[in-house]
């Protein structure tokens, strides 16, 4: 059974950085797709960035372009999400996701098997 657990959100100030951590079991990952997504209140889920095990190859959304970085620690099964000068509008909640498509699509959320329990992101004004 994949769990994928996520942890490190917060509150955090404008300008701000938090780093989120996705800690995913259960099998091997190495042909598969790690992503973020995020939901705002009142918002479609939307994607954030991706990164393929086998490879680390990376894709961003543009809203968190030159902000944010994901990596993995291929000996700890562990995806992060490093993100600098927050602002108020990356407030939401962030989900991990492992995709079995492997890099097809990695930005659509259609493409992604298994779901963590989402970390909630505050910053404020």
């Known amino acids: 059974q994949v769990q994928l657990v996520e942890s490190g959100g917060g509150l955090v100030q404008a300008g701000g950085s938090l780093r989120l951590s996705c800690a995913a079991s259960?099998?091997?990952?190495?042909?598969?797709?790690l992503g973020w997504f995020r939901q705002a209140p009142g918002k479609e889920r939307e994607f954030v960035a991706a990164i393929s095990w086998r490879s680390g190859a990376t894709r961003y959304a543009d809203s968190g372009k030159g902000r944010f970085t994901i990596s993995r620690d291929n000996a700890k099964n562990t995806v992060y999400l490093q993100m600098n000068s927050l602002k108020p509008e990356d407030t939401a909640v962030y989900y991990c996701?492992?995709?079995?498509?492997?890099?097809?699509?990695?930005?659509?959320?259609?493409?992604?098997?298994?779901w963590g329990q989402g970390a909630q992101v505050t910053v404020s004004s």
């Open positions: 996701a492992a995709s079995r498509s492997g890099w097809y699509r990695p930005w659509s959320s259609d493409e992604y098997d298994y």
């Open positions: 259960g099998r091997t990952f190495s042909n598969y797709a």
